[in-house]
């Protein structure tokens, strides 16, 4: 069992930068691909990042492709997401996952382990 603990959110201008974190309080994911979602009040969840158990393939959602990036640091056992040139549409509570099955990682569906999510409010 994997329990992943998100940070790092907080309110912040449009055009500003954040930086989530996302910790294995017990266990460890240093063997799973590991994702970031997020869903904003009233939407659907959706894809945003996700990166592969060794660290050196990423994926991003075309809405945040170039500005956010994610990477892992294994010893530490936490996953980032970097989040510059933020817009107020980023406005959402940002989740980690880790544990896709199979394909179709950007399908949140497909991950068995969830943080608790992290509030980012971008102002405009």
């Known amino acids: 069992q994997v329990q992943l603990v998100e940070s790092g959110g907080g309110l912040v201008q449009a055009g500003g930068s954040l930086r989530l974190s996302c910790t294995a309080s017990?266990?460890?994911?240093?063997?799973?691909?590991l994702g970031w979602f997020r869903q904003s009040l009233g939407k659907e969840r959706e894809f945003v990042a996700r990166?592969?158990?060794?660290?050196?393939?990423?994926y991003y959602a075309d809405s945040v492709k170039g500005r956010f990036a994610i990477s892992r640091d294994k010893p530490k056992n936490t996953v980032y997401l970097q989040m510059n040139s933020l817009k107020p549409e980023d406005t959402a509570v940002y989740f980690c996952?880790?544990?896709?099955?199979?394909?179709?990682?950007?399908?949140?569906?497909?991950?068995?382990?969830w943080g608790q999510g992290t509030q980012v409010t971008v102002s405009s």
């Open positions: 996952a880790a544990k896709c099955s199979g394909s179709d990682c950007d399908n949140g569906a497909k991950y068995e382990y």
């Open positions: 017990r266990g460890t994911f240093s063997l799973y691909q």
């Open positions: 990166i592969s158990w060794r660290g050196d393939i990423t």
